[in-house]
């Protein structure tokens, strides 16, 4: 139970979910984002700067996005010493044990997964923490969450993952999450339990997706 | 004839196009191009997700990019709730009218015309009013007309249409009507009759350079 | 030496870099880096429209995003009037003359290397003024210096550059122009000639890996 003001409002100062956990959250989602990064371009055989680039807009794309949309600048990513040092420590373990990564096909989805889910439920609670209505807030959450994977396949001049017909469900775990996360907020302030069972619920959606084929539906063809 | 104060100038609170009446031509703007990216999407068999993230980036992009750059953030497309139903509302009717949607190649060029008019008013006018130079205001005007299809191309891994060079006019006639709103703004406020004329302009003139084949010169070549 | 306050710390009013010399270093960017972009579309038959975008982009692009990210809206290219008249030069120059753009391969390269060196110094300096860290400024001057670069060539549907793994050193000296920068900024400010120095130093190193075909090393492979 937060604590509210004399007029049983929450005071201004306090966001949804707590600073220092929302901060934890935030660079775990970097992390796991980064190392993606960092594998795709080491199998693609980048030299150091790109694999360096990759796991730093993979990484943080998703992140200075959303602050660059909420107007909240210089984006933290470049605030918090902390979150640059993130993709280093990422390209370093990517160089160091690259044959490990070749064969780490599936921790590397299921890093991705957790970073989908960690990164949606703390874009949407930062957008809904700004003053942003809930349909914004879904959207920056689910942005938060896909944004730098989609930047980073630009870059890569892949198809970008989230429009691949024939791709497992990806964007609309993350946007379920986001949702979520705007439900609980509206009632109460968002903590530590909720916002890890939220994630740990959409890494699971992710991986089902993934394991079972689970497909977004298409527009109707005329047969 | 707009109201001055004491001193003869315009009052700070007003903005050279009434506030409802910009408000009006942008979302008809965002629903025209959002109905033009659902449609790329249907036709590439892009899924739910990917007609939605089409339409929201066709529809919303340029408007955004204009407000990032502009300092209004967060941008109005995710302060006024309207804007960000408008994308979910054309991709309900492609998923259900898809068919249709595969007939009106002719219809989506127009509508793509009436967005390419509309914006590039509304674009230059937002940026004037934010105190920018003629200059500037134009391309700002020009970008938020062109860019949601940038992005939309970008990411569709097409060749921009921007840059085509087979293509028929299709910055320069929004580049042209940037400037028709600079000069019209710059003499006095702009009113409903002139802003829709000057979009009306805009509308023909890309019609007609369609129609007629109308090409941007190129580069003299060796020969 | 500069001035300082009474209690020995600089104005705040006093940026590193004289603003003056700054903003000649940048216009001075913008020009070789318009020239690069415009050259590029010329040589791919790009039409006005599409030289002018690529101009613009690769010109402006690096400073607008580096002006975005450090929350310095409008940026400085739509506020002062002489930034988007480079552009417009560089076009008229390479429509005028391209038969002597398609001989003049090793001049683009020469500046597109000296707006490499002007642009990382510029734009670490600007971070460092603006208050960030010395990891976030190295990162900012990195991303001012190659920015336009990936922008045009992501337009371009090109690789970007700086990922080509057989292509010569591009933002490894970028990178390391910006931490001199940083370096010389922490124990003064920077002036004129130390400015021109690490530009130059950049440059050199540069024109170096492009002649001796120095390469960034890559992820150890098995086998």
Do not use: N
Not at 102 to 123: N, Q, S, T
Request: with cysteine.
């Amino acid at each position: 139970m937060e604590p509210v003001d004399a007029e049983g409002r929450r005071p201004v100062t306090l966001t949804g979910l707590e600073p220092e956990l929302e901060r934890a959250l935030d660079l775990a989602g970097v992390l796991v984002f980064a190392l993606s990064g960092a594998s795709l371009a080491a199998r693609r055989h980048f030299d150091l700067v790109g694999i360096l680039v990759l796991a730093t807009v993979t990484g943080l794309g998703g992140g200075i996005l959303r602050d660059t949309l909420l107007g909240q600048l210089p984006p933290v990513a470049l605030r918090d010493q902390l979150y640059l040092a993130v993709p280093l420590v990422a390209t370093a373990f990517v160089l160091v044990a690259h044959h490990l990564v070749e064969r780490m096909h599936r921790p590397v989805l299921a890093f991705d997964a957790a970073g989908l889910g960690l990164f949606c439920v703390v874009g949407s609670a930062k957008a809904l923490d700004a003053g942003l209505g809930v349909l914004p807030s879904v959207l920056l959450g689910t942005m938060t969450a896909v944004g730098g994977g989609v930047i980073r396949d630009v870059l890569a001049r892949e198809v970008p993952t989230v429009f691949k017909a024939d791709s497992a469900l990806y964007a609309i775990p993350a946007t379920l999450g986001a949702a979520a996360t705007a439900a609980v907020w509206s009632q109460d302030a968002l903590d530590a339990p909720q916002a890890g069972a939220i994630a740990a619920a959409v890494l699971v959606v992710r991986l089902l997706a993934i394991r079972r084929g689970w497909r977004a539906p298409t527009a109707k063809r005329r047969g």
